[in-house]
């Protein structure tokens, strides 16, 4: 449901439309911490039982403040997968503008991807449902991240083509690759001594092992 | 919370208590399909909120039955986990007692498990959230988890002191795997063109060629 329904929640928006804007970083950063609460929410209630105003509270900030930046639950759930989806997007993009062959590209998205998984995503929407969203958002979402998939196959298909990488079926090889790295959150301990540069090597390491001629 | 509460439902368990016990493979049976609606209510509306009710609801069964079988909510979110880990530990024992090398072990393991996911588990726990469980359960479930990566890393470095794997972390290369099966469940189309056949000997292909010296 995206449509505001309390009248609680109309003043509240109604008060939070009449604050004064504050500046364009200010509000990006502000958003992305109310993102990382929401997720923290979702994950440990769910996304059924968590509440705006635990996620607002767990920021020391009021409910009606937090309409100011997202317009309901279920905006806040789309906003949590799209932030995760546009930093992979972005890191993709990096790799496929570098000068360097498939298997270094390859190389650099897996090290760059368990890096924002443990370093800058770790808490945000990898495990979160996707039943939740609306069927708009759900499309957007879907449809980003078969974008993304697309990028990962055409570097496998790029090596394969140049003979750096045996033949294979790319689908099935950037669902290996993209499986092993987004469930790293759920064995990863923080507290415990496997850093992300090693995940990452020994990760790349033998992925790339099973690609190469 | 495991502590029942309610007075409608201690009364819906007396009445169940008192009825005449079933046979046991016919209970057993009951059970898996109780845990099947379970995890399928759980994924679509979170565990906390989804209800015994909604799940009982779903195998047209009356709530006060369903609590014959289990005692609570968090009791069925248990068995959910445990079912999937027993099957997934009972393939492992099998395998594990095959007089084959740990290649083909291995490789019949990722077959396994990829059946297994795909074709009976599918909708059971993998997805559903640790943290709802009691501190007794999440420490049952954790340790059965961890017995079954050890087993995995084991057919690993057997295969690495034979000298028909590379040298390699086993810790993550197990990590990698299990990783890799897991996913699937988020991008599997049940109605689309791949079987789990297919995704069984490409996943096994890749991840053993990663492997192979």
Redesign the interface.
Known sequence: MTTPSSGHRSTARRRARARKPRNDAATAATRVDILKSAAKAF???????ATVQQIAAALRMKKGNLYYYFKSKEDLLFACHQYSLDRLTQLLADVEAEPVSPETKLRRLIHGAVHLILDELHGTAL?L?L??LSATHLRAIIAQRDLF?KGVRALLDEGTRRGDF?E??AK??S??????????P??FNPGGT?TSD??AQ??A???????RR
Chains 1, 2 share one sequence.
């Open positions: 994950r440990r209630l769910g996304y059924h039982g495990f449902d039943e939740a998939d045996t294979g079926n099935f090889r669902f290996v690759i993209l499986g092993a790295v987004n469930w790293i759920r064995w496997s090693e995940i020994q990760f390491d033998y992925l790339l092992d099973g690609l």
